[in-house]
């Protein structure tokens, strides 16, 4: 019989704040105006869950030379500017949380300002204050599952007594290799089968997590 769960770790950008679609289509119109022809599609498939590093190398690489060094600061001022007007909470989440009666935490490959200023705008900073974990501080990224082994054990379980809740394939990835089990947010997900193929219980309402738990 499997063991309860007694800890939920979530993924952020997509998992508690509707943010992709803000920051890949900021990357698209970058990286159009700096010569790089790409599309929404493009974006999604190679870019979401993966490090702002990862994204670099793959615009400069089509690009054929590096990129402005103030790339990363245009692309941040951009999206926080647009955070501040159009971020949403995902739909069900915050009817959701107040529902826990475990342990959870949020652990996002964005930077610890950016995941805190996500939360603040979206209303759910106050239930994450404490337990806010970021690739950043070990400066691994998704799909190492350094980050979800470390804020497991921060959060005092094993990886395996915990429920990781991640939308993109690399966020899967990282988290079936931490041994946690492992849903994937699909609502929007352009593919499903692969992130059931790395591991993933499909779902598509925040709400539905209540019943799992």
Same mark, same amino acid.
């Given at each position: 019989?499997?063991? =309860?769960? &007694?800890?939920? #770790?979530?993924? @952020?950008?997509?998992?508690?704040? $509707?943010?992709?679609?803000?920051?890949?289509?900021?990357?698209?119109?970058?990286?159009?105006?700096?010569?790089?022809?790409?599309? !929404?599609?493009?974006?999604?498939?190679?870019? &979401?869950?993966?490090?702002?590093?990862?994204?670099?190398?793959? #615009?400069?690489?089509?690009?054929?030379?590096?990129? =402005?060094?103030?790339?990363?600061?245009?692309?941040?001022?951009?999206?926080?500017?647009?955070?501040?007007?159009?971020?949403?909470?995902?739909?069900? *989440?915050? $009817?959701?949380?107040?529902?826990?009666?475990?342990?959870?935490?949020?652990?996002?490959?964005? =930077?610890?300002?950016?995941?805190?200023?996500?939360?603040? *705008?979206?209303?759910?900073?106050?239930?994450?204050?404490?337990?806010?974990?970021? @690739?950043?501080?070990?400066?691994?990224?998704? =799909?190492?599952?350094?980050?979800? *082994?470390?804020?497991?054990?921060?959060?005092?379980?094993?990886?395996?007594?915990?429920?990781?809740?991640?939308?993109? #394939?690399?966020?899967?990835?990282?988290?079936?290799?931490?041994?946690?089990?492992?849903?994937?947010?699909?609502?929007?997900?352009?593919?499903? $089968?692969? !992130?059931?193929?790395?591991?993933?219980?499909?779902?598509?309402?925040?709400?539905?997590?209540?019943?799992?738990?």
């Amino acid at each position: 019989m499997k063991e =309860p769960i &007694k800890c939920i #770790l979530f993924d @952020c950008d997509g998992v508690l704040v $509707d943010s992709e679609p803000i920051a890949l289509s900021t990357l698209v119109d970058l990286a159009i105006s700096l010569g790089v022809d790409i599309d !929404l599609e493009f974006a999604t498939q190679y870019f &979401k869950g993966n490090s702002f590093k990862e994204v670099i190398a793959i #615009l400069e690489h089509f690009r054929k030379k590096p990129l =402005p060094t103030n790339f990363e600061q245009t692309y941040r001022k951009i999206t926080f500017d647009r955070f501040k007007k159009e971020l949403k909470p995902i739909k069900g *989440i915050i $009817d959701l949380i107040p529902q826990l009666k475990i342990p959870y935490a949020v652990v996002s490959s964005g =930077p610890r300002n950016k995941i805190r200023f996500n939360l603040e *705008i979206t209303g759910l900073l106050t239930h994450f204050e404490d337990n806010i974990f970021s @690739c950043y501080d070990l400066q691994k990224w998704k =799909p190492d599952p350094a980050v979800y *082994i470390h804020a497991a054990k921060q959060m005092g379980f094993d990886p395996k007594d915990c429920l990781i809740v991640e939308d993109s #394939l690399m966020g899967v990835q990282a988290a079936v290799a931490s041994g946690a089990t492992v849903y994937a947010y699909a609502e929007h997900a352009h593919n499903k $089968d692969a !992130l059931q193929a790395a591991g993933a219980t499909l779902f598509y309402n925040m709400l539905d997590l209540s019943d799992v738990l």
